[in-house]
Nanobody
Framework: EQLKESGGGSVQTGGSLRLSCSAS????????MGWFRQTPGNEREKVAT????????NYADSVKGRFTISRDNATNILYLQMNAPKSEDTAMYYC????????????????????WGQGTQVTVSS
Protein backbone atom coordinates (compact mmCIF):
# COMPACT_ATOMS: atom_id res chain seq x y z
CA GLU A 1 0.00 0.00 0.00
CA GLN A 2 1.33 3.39 -0.99
CA LEU A 3 -0.04 6.84 -0.33
CA LYS A 4 1.37 10.04 -1.78
CA GLU A 5 0.17 13.50 -0.86
CA SER A 6 0.37 16.59 -3.07
CA GLY A 7 -1.01 20.10 -3.22
CA GLY A 8 0.59 21.57 -0.14
CA GLY A 9 2.28 24.96 -0.12
CA SER A 10 1.77 28.49 1.09
CA VAL A 11 -1.65 30.10 1.26
CA GLN A 12 -2.98 33.28 2.76
CA THR A 13 -5.66 33.35 5.42
CA GLY A 14 -9.05 33.42 3.80
CA GLY A 15 -7.77 31.74 0.66
CA SER A 16 -8.18 28.12 -0.37
CA LEU A 17 -6.05 25.08 -1.04
CA ARG A 18 -6.81 21.52 -2.11
CA LEU A 19 -4.72 18.60 -1.00
CA SER A 20 -4.70 15.32 -2.90
CA CYS A 21 -3.62 11.84 -1.91
CA SER A 22 -2.99 9.24 -4.56
CA ALA A 23 -3.37 5.63 -3.41
CA SER A 24 -1.72 2.68 -5.12
CA UNK A 25 -1.17 -1.00 -4.44
CA UNK A 26 -4.54 -1.57 -2.80
CA UNK A 27 -8.24 -1.20 -3.43
CA UNK A 28 -8.95 2.19 -1.90
CA UNK A 29 -12.71 1.67 -2.04
CA UNK A 30 -12.42 -0.90 0.73
CA UNK A 31 -10.57 1.42 3.10
CA UNK A 32 -11.44 4.10 5.58
CA MET A 33 -9.38 7.15 4.58
CA GLY A 34 -8.33 10.14 6.61
CA TRP A 35 -6.32 13.33 6.80
CA PHE A 36 -4.18 14.10 9.81
CA ARG A 37 -1.83 16.95 10.63
CA GLN A 38 1.14 17.49 12.86
CA THR A 39 3.24 20.40 14.06
CA PRO A 40 6.69 20.10 15.66
CA GLY A 41 6.54 18.81 19.20
CA ASN A 42 2.88 17.85 19.00
CA GLU A 43 0.99 14.65 18.42
CA ARG A 44 -0.55 13.87 15.06
CA GLU A 45 -4.17 15.01 15.17
CA LYS A 46 -7.10 13.94 13.09
CA VAL A 47 -8.48 16.47 10.63
CA ALA A 48 -11.15 14.39 8.89
CA THR A 49 -12.08 10.84 7.96
CA UNK A 50 -14.33 9.42 5.28
CA UNK A 51 -16.02 6.06 5.06
CA UNK A 52 -15.40 3.64 2.21
CA UNK A 53 -18.23 4.85 -0.02
CA UNK A 54 -17.99 8.46 1.10
CA UNK A 55 -21.36 8.33 2.83
CA UNK A 56 -20.05 9.20 6.26
CA UNK A 57 -17.51 11.84 7.17
CA ASN A 58 -16.12 13.09 10.45
CA TYR A 59 -14.29 16.34 11.15
CA ALA A 60 -12.27 17.87 13.93
CA ASP A 61 -14.19 20.71 15.52
CA SER A 62 -11.44 23.13 14.53
CA VAL A 63 -12.04 22.61 10.81
CA LYS A 64 -15.79 22.00 10.63
CA GLY A 65 -17.44 24.25 8.09
CA ARG A 66 -14.11 25.15 6.47
CA PHE A 67 -12.57 21.89 5.29
CA THR A 68 -14.19 19.17 3.18
CA ILE A 69 -12.91 15.63 2.75
CA SER A 70 -13.92 13.68 -0.34
CA ARG A 71 -12.80 10.66 -2.30
CA ASP A 72 -12.89 9.35 -5.85
CA ASN A 73 -12.71 5.58 -5.67
CA ALA A 74 -12.60 5.29 -9.45
CA THR A 75 -9.27 7.10 -9.60
CA ASN A 76 -8.02 6.15 -6.11
CA ILE A 77 -7.63 9.76 -4.97
CA LEU A 78 -8.51 11.31 -1.64
CA TYR A 79 -9.00 15.07 -1.34
CA LEU A 80 -9.05 17.72 1.34
CA GLN A 81 -10.51 21.07 0.31
CA MET A 82 -9.29 23.75 2.69
CA ASN A 83 -11.31 26.96 2.61
CA ALA A 84 -10.70 30.03 4.73
CA PRO A 85 -7.58 28.57 6.32
CA LYS A 86 -6.21 30.11 9.49
CA SER A 87 -2.64 30.46 10.69
CA GLU A 88 -3.28 27.66 13.19
CA ASP A 89 -3.90 25.29 10.27
CA THR A 90 -0.19 25.49 9.42
CA ALA A 91 1.14 21.93 9.72
CA MET A 92 2.41 18.89 7.89
CA TYR A 93 -0.64 17.11 6.49
CA TYR A 94 -0.72 13.33 6.16
CA CYS A 95 -3.00 10.99 4.28
CA UNK A 96 -3.89 7.74 6.04
CA UNK A 97 -5.73 4.52 5.22
CA UNK A 98 -6.98 1.49 7.10
CA UNK A 99 -9.34 -1.36 6.27
CA UNK A 100 -10.91 -1.53 9.73
CA UNK A 101 -14.29 -0.05 10.54
CA UNK A 102 -12.96 1.35 13.80
CA UNK A 103 -10.59 3.69 11.98
CA UNK A 104 -13.59 5.70 10.83
CA UNK A 105 -15.25 5.94 14.23
CA UNK A 106 -15.63 9.53 15.40
CA UNK A 107 -13.30 8.91 18.36
CA UNK A 108 -10.54 7.21 16.36
CA UNK A 109 -6.98 8.47 16.58
CA UNK A 110 -3.84 8.20 14.47
CA UNK A 111 -2.90 4.80 15.89
CA UNK A 112 -6.03 3.30 14.30
CA UNK A 113 -4.52 3.78 10.85
CA UNK A 114 -1.84 1.44 9.52
CA UNK A 115 -0.90 3.10 6.24
CA TRP A 116 0.52 6.59 5.86
CA GLY A 117 1.88 8.93 3.25
CA GLN A 118 5.02 11.02 3.61
CA GLY A 119 3.14 14.26 4.21
CA THR A 120 2.80 17.63 2.51
CA GLN A 121 3.49 20.93 4.23
CA VAL A 122 0.81 23.61 4.44
CA THR A 123 1.77 27.08 5.60
CA VAL A 124 -0.93 29.69 6.18
CA SER A 125 0.10 33.31 6.48
CA SER A 126 -1.76 36.58 6.86
Amino acid sequence: EQLKESGGGSVQTGGSLRLSCSASGFKMWRYCMGWFRQTPGNEREKVATIWTDGQYTNYADSVKGRFTISRDNATNILYLQMNAPKSEDTAMYYCAADNSIAACYSDSVASAFNYWGQGTQVTVSS
